[in-house]
């Protein structure tokens, strides 16, 4: 998937990883969801917006990373294999992310969701339209520079396997190849908001309420 070795590349048959049943509607996200992407490099600050974003707006905060981060220490198959692939700085393949992303939908009660982290790569993206059926209605991107991307990573101290130097600069390297050919595509669609990451936690969200809320999602 992607330009990851971790993923097999787009529209070429694949082993799924683990059983994957036929989804009735029932199982599907509604397109009538209010969905906001976040994304940005490791280290800008999605997890921390798209809490203020859920808190202001009554948005239901999903990331990726801490849904993974679970299944890890949850001691599953599935989270061994997700371990694996974070500790060579590889993404982790779709169909995992996927189907943990949308255990989650289907255990919230609410219709607006912010998720962060996700997608990572075009196979994410394509997973999300034609498995959960949703599309964004606005990508929200959180653009730092490197040098301030490691420093806050380095710093934050969490014991995630996936935070020194080394694999924070091949997360770096991962971003560039496989995010933001997803973020290009929202940009041709009109769905792209930049925002500038760099300024304090609270006129970074100052800008991200503006933007909601010209969009109508007040």
Same mark, same amino acid.
């Given at each position: 998937?992607?330009?990851?070795?971790?993923?097999?590349?787009?529209?070429?048959?694949?082993?799924?990883?683990?059983?994957?049943?036929?989804?009735?509607?029932?199982?599907?996200?509604?397109?009538?969801?209010?969905? +906001?992407? +976040? $994304?940005?490099?490791?280290?800008?600050?999605?997890?921390?917006?798209?809490?203020?974003?859920?808190?202001?707006?009554?948005?239901?905060?999903?990331?990726?990373? @801490?849904? $993974?981060?679970?299944?890890?220490?949850?001691?599953?198959?599935?989270?061994?294999?997700?371990?694996?692939?974070?500790?060579?700085?590889?993404? +982790?393949?779709? @169909?995992?992310? +996927?189907?943990? $992303?949308?255990?989650?939908?289907?255990?919230?009660?609410?219709?607006?969701?912010?998720?962060?982290?996700?997608?990572?790569?075009?196979?994410?993206?394509?997973?999300?339209?034609?498995?959960?059926?949703?599309?964004?209605?606005?990508?929200?991107?959180?653009?730092?520079?490197? @040098?301030?991307?490691?420093?806050?990573?380095?710093?934050?101290?969490?014991?995630?396997?996936?935070?020194?130097?080394?694999?924070?600069?091949?997360?770096?390297?991962?971003?560039?190849?496989?995010? $933001?050919?997803?973020?290009?595509?929202?940009?041709?669609?009109?769905?792209?908001?930049?925002?500038?990451?760099?300024?304090?936690?609270? @006129?970074?969200?100052?800008?991200?309420?503006?933007?909601?809320?010209?969009?109508?999602?007040?």
């Amino acid at each position: 998937m992607a330009t990851a070795p971790a993923e097999a590349s787009a529209g070429k048959a694949q082993t799924a990883l683990f059983p994957t049943p036929a989804l009735d509607a029932n199982e599907m996200v509604p397109q009538r969801d209010t969905i +906001v992407y +976040v $994304l940005g490099a490791p280290g800008s600050g999605k997890g921390t917006q798209c809490s203020k974003i859920a808190a202001h707006f009554g948005f239901t905060h999903l990331s990726a990373g @801490e849904l $993974l981060e679970a299944e890890v220490k949850g001691g599953s198959e599935k989270g061994k294999m997700i371990q694996d692939y974070k500790k060579e700085g590889k993404l +982790v393949p779709s @169909e995992i992310v +996927v189907r943990v $992303l949308q255990d989650a939908m289907q255990k919230s009660q609410g219709r607006k969701f912010a998720i962060d982290g996700f997608p990572r790569n075009d196979e994410n993206r394509i997973a999300a339209e034609n498995i959960l059926k949703i599309e964004p209605n606005v990508v929200l991107v959180l653009g730092c520079s490197e @040098e301030e991307l490691t420093r806050r990573l380095l710093n934050r101290n969490q014991g995630r396997v996936d935070d020194n130097f080394e694999i924070i600069r091949k997360r770096f390297k991962v971003y560039t190849e496989s995010t $933001l050919p997803v973020v290009n595509y929202y940009s041709i669609k009109g769905k792209v908001r930049k925002i500038d990451a760099e300024r304090p936690v609270e @006129e970074v969200f100052g800008s991200i309420k503006a933007v909601l809320t010209e969009l109508g999602m007040a």
